[in-house]
């Protein structure tokens, strides 16, 4: 298929879209070890204790406003250039060269600079990807993509627990296994571009009428992934001093084994929902159920008094989230306003990845010394059920007017 952001498949092959998702788990595969082992422990070895707590939050958040602008910006330029590829090519290498230039890092100023100018390159290649997605996959296919996109988050935790394994690489040497694990996820999909949808008759991937609907589906997409973001990354933040305040004697290897176990079972799950959703045509329908689901772990979190019924209410909220996202990733893009600038609306989407981040914080420090844990989930099962309500009145196709 054409470079070309303009029209779109009526149906892509399957083995076009596990070759999109792998490349969009590659960025999950750069990321997760890189944000969550690899960094801290280079931070940890240069400033003791506490010290190394404030300097990781300050990374994370130069990091995620990077990020954010970037995304933004390299979704428009992929926009306004007419070309996606070129852009996820040049934003894959700089990325892994840049993963390279850390162990050259010997401050912590140089590592900041490092690590916002790798997440630039980071979003010049996840921002034209996306738009890709939006370019290439046809509504009814959208579903299924979402379930492929599911894995990715397994992916990038997978990567992490291989690049760790003792006596498989150096300090040094992992950023290295990481950046070339990157690259082999990514370069099929930008090998096989031009093949994608070939034998395929392209229809125009303009909305046909009712464009306000599409933006005011956008704008409910929009709110309701930021309320569920809020608390996913707050649990994602607080989960092991939350079972701690339950029995100081949780280990934080049972945290990573529930995480991961979440992780791992939703996949396929997310999977099959969004075939349904697919063959049902009823796209909104399994982010609906999910939001309202949801609240129930939230709820069960907050009056839980034992660490199993934490653990197992917990689970019901991280599998529910964790099918929401992916779905929700992949039938953003049948709700794009506007077809010439697919990269620039993404990007806006992004936020809802990234500001969570910034004020997730917040919302912690104001409620949990004066409501404990329990109020904060009180509050984000409100969130949820504001999220389902946005989405309740969402139609199947946003381009209809009846």
Request: hydrophobic residues 60%; aromatic residues 8%.
């Amino acid at each position: 298929m054409p470079d070309q952001p303009g029209a779109a498949p009526l149906r892509q092959p399957l083995w076009f879209l596990v070759l999109y998702a792998l490349a969009w788990a590659g960025g999950a595969i750069a990321y997760v070890p890189f944000l969550t082992i690899l960094l801290p422990v280079r931070i940890a070895a240069l400033v003791p204790g506490e010290q190394a707590i404030m300097w990781l939050s300050a990374i994370a958040f130069c990091g995620a406003i990077s990020a954010s602008l970037g995304h933004i910006l390299f979704g428009w330029l992929s926009d306004i250039t007419g070309a996606r590829r070129p852009w996820v090519a040049l934003g894959l290498v700089l990325s892994c060269v840049l993963l390279l230039v850390v162990p050259a890092a010997h401050s912590l100023q140089a590592i900041i600079a490092v690590v916002v100018l790798w997440q630039l390159g980071l979003n010049m290649m996840l921002a034209p990807l996306a738009a890709w997605g939006a370019d290439c996959v046809p509504d009814g296919q959208k579903g299924l993509l979402g379930g492929l996109l599911a894995f990715a988050p397994g992916l990038g935790a997978l990567a992490g627990a291989v690049v760790t394994i003792p006596g498989l690489a150096t300090a040094d040497g992992r950023l290295v296994v990481v950046a070339a694990i990157v690259a082999a996820a990514v370069l099929p999909a930008l090998l096989m571009w031009n093949r994608a949808g070939a034998n395929t008759p392209a229809v125009p991937a303009t909305p046909r009428t009712g464009p306000q609907n599409r933006r005011h589906a956008a704008i409910r997409m929009w709110a309701a992934r930021l309320l569920v973001q809020v608390a996913e990354a707050a649990l994602f933040s607080f989960l092991y001093l939350w079972l701690r305040s339950i029995d100081p004697g949780v280990q934080d290897h049972l945290t990573a084994r529930v995480f991961s176990t979440v992780l791992v079972l939703s996949a396929p799950a997310a999977l099959l929902a969004g075939r349904w959703a697919d063959k049902r045509r009823h796209p909104f329908l399994p982010l609906v159920i999910c939001t309202l689901v949801a609240p129930i772990g939230l709820v069960g979190m907050a009056l839980a008094t034992s660490v199993p019924a934490g653990i197992a209410s917990y689970a019901v909220f991280g599998f529910s989230t964790s099918i929401f996202l992916a779905l929700h990733s992949a039938q953003t893009l049948r709700t794009l306003p506007d077809s010439n600038r697919r990269g620039r609306d993404l990007g806006l989407f992004n936020l809802t990845n990234t500001m969570p981040s910034l004020v997730m914080p917040w919302f912690t420090i104001a409620l949990v010394p004066w409501f404990g844990f329990s109020g904060l989930f009180l509050m984000f099962a409100a969130l949820a059920l504001v999220a389902a309500a946005l989405l309740a009145e969402l139609r199947s196709d946003p381009d209809s007017d009846s």
